[in-house]
């Protein structure tokens, strides 16, 4: 069992940086393969990125490649989504995630609120 912890998000204005982090309670979270998704209102959840178990190989979906950042601590069992740029459309309910694969979490947080105004 994985519990998933994510903080950091807030309101923000377009153009501004926030960093999401994800706590991971378990001995097992350097195992896992870590994602963020998010969710807009009224849409239906989507992959944001991903990062092997080592840090390594870290994945993109194409509207945040460039923009956003993710990076792990297994030593704080930590997840981090570093933003920048932010733009209107990246308003949403971020969730953290883990798994043996970034594409069929088996965990989920509950969820830290972004939104970015004009």
């Known amino acids: 069992q994985v519990q998933l912890v994510e903080s950091g998000g807030g309101l923000v204005q377009a153009g501004a940086s926030l960093r999401l982090s994800c706590a991971a309670s378990g001995r097992t979270f350097n195992s896992y393969v870590m994602a963020w998704y998010r969710q807009a209102p009224g849409k239906e959840r989507e992959f944001v990125a991903a990062?092997?178990?080592?840090?390594?190989?870290?994945y993109y979906a194409d509207s945040v490649k460039g923009r956003f950042t993710i990076s792990r601590d297994n030593a704080k069992n930590t997840v981090y989504l570093q933003m920048i740029r932010l733009k209107l459309e990246d308003t949403a309910v971020y969730y953290c995630?883990?798994?043996?694969?970034?594409?069929?979490?088996?965990?989920w947080g509950q969820g830290t609120q972004v939104t970015v105004s004009s």
């Open positions: 990062i092997g178990w080592s840090g390594g190989s870290p």
């Open positions: 995630a883990a798994g043996s694969r970034w594409s069929q979490p088996a965990y």
